[in-house]
């Protein structure tokens, strides 16, 4: 008889604490509240604010220069294949266009490598007046091998001009045939103030 007395309790004392375990997972449950909104984006198109093109000192407009720099606008921007050699730098002095649609303030954002190797020491490009060919903006990309923080201090781009685009690399030497590496620079350019918004 005590027995079953005592089997009992215990069956009474765990169906109590399962009850008890299912109100704390209801509170829990029931706890939240979640408030619903929706929006609407609406997608249209737009002219692009700029332009990237070939240079006259790259290829492959220029069949002299091409065997070391092409330089080729893209959809998204542009697209530069160069070479470096044992040197302290290599200089490539108007290789592209950069033809501005829309006045606004252009900065540098960010960049990544990647490779075979890490080839570049320092990597400079610069956005220069058409006529005097003065640096409008300098953007640093890398100095001695790493990578820069952005985003940079913005320069104002004027609306109607075509600048140019000229490259400094220097070589972490000394550099042997077959490596590569692959530099993605990503730019912003606001077209309503001066900040340098960060961009992801």
Same mark, same amino acid.
């Given at each position: 008889?005590?027995?079953?007395?005592?089997?009992?309790?215990?069956?009474?004392?765990?169906?109590?604490?399962?009850?008890?375990?299912?109100?704390?997972?209801?509170?829990?449950?029931?706890?939240?509240?979640?408030?619903?909104?929706?929006?609407?984006?609406?997608?249209?198109?737009?002219?692009?604010?700029?332009?990237?093109?070939?240079?006259?000192?790259?290829?492959?407009?220029? @069949?002299?220069?091409?065997?070391?720099?092409?330089?080729?606008?893209?959809?998204?921007?542009?697209?530069?294949? +160069? @070479?470096?050699?044992?040197?302290?730098?290599? &200089?490539?002095?108007?290789?592209?266009?950069?033809?501005? !649609?829309?006045?606004? &303030? +252009?900065? &540098?954002?960010?960049?990544? @490598?990647?490779?075979?190797?890490?080839?570049?020491?320092?990597?400079?490009?610069?956005?220069?007046?058409?006529?005097?060919?003065?640096?409008?903006?300098?953007?640093?990309?890398?100095?001695?091998?790493a990578v820069q923080t952005g985003p940079s201090t913005s320069c104002p781009l004027s609306a109607g001009t075509t600048? &140019?685009?000229?490259?400094?690399?220097?070589?972490?030497?000394?550099?042997?045939?077959?490596?590569?590496?692959?530099?993605?620079? !990503?730019?912003?350019? !606001?077209?309503?103030?001066?900040?340098?918004?960060?961009?992801?």
């Amino acid at each position: 008889m005590s027995n079953r007395i005592y089997h009992g309790g215990l069956r009474r004392r765990a169906m109590v604490m399962a009850l008890m375990a299912l109100a704390v997972v209801a509170t829990v449950v029931l706890a939240d509240v979640v408030f619903v909104y929706q929006g609407v984006i609406n997608v249209s198109t737009t002219s692009p604010p700029l332009t990237f093109s070939t240079g006259p000192n790259a290829g492959p407009t220029n @069949t002299a220069a091409a065997p070391y720099i092409t330089f080729t606008g893209t959809n998204t921007g542009f697209t530069v294949s +160069l @070479t470096v050699t044992n040197s302290s730098a290599v &200089y490539y002095y108007e290789a592209g266009n950069l033809t501005v !649609n829309t006045a606004g &303030y +252009l900065y &540098y954002n960010s960049a990544t @490598t990647g490779g075979t190797t890490s080839m570049v020491n320092t990597l400079i490009i610069y956005i220069q007046n058409p006529t005097t060919g003065a640096n409008v903006c300098t953007f640093t990309v890398i100095s001695n091998g790493a990578v820069q923080t952005g985003p940079s201090t913005s320069c104002p781009l004027s609306a109607g001009t075509t600048y &140019y685009v000229s490259l400094k690399v220097v070589p972490n030497t000394p550099v042997t045939s077959g490596q590569t590496e692959t530099i993605t620079v !990503n730019f912003g350019y !606001n077209v309503i103030s001066s900040t340098s918004v960060p961009a992801p």
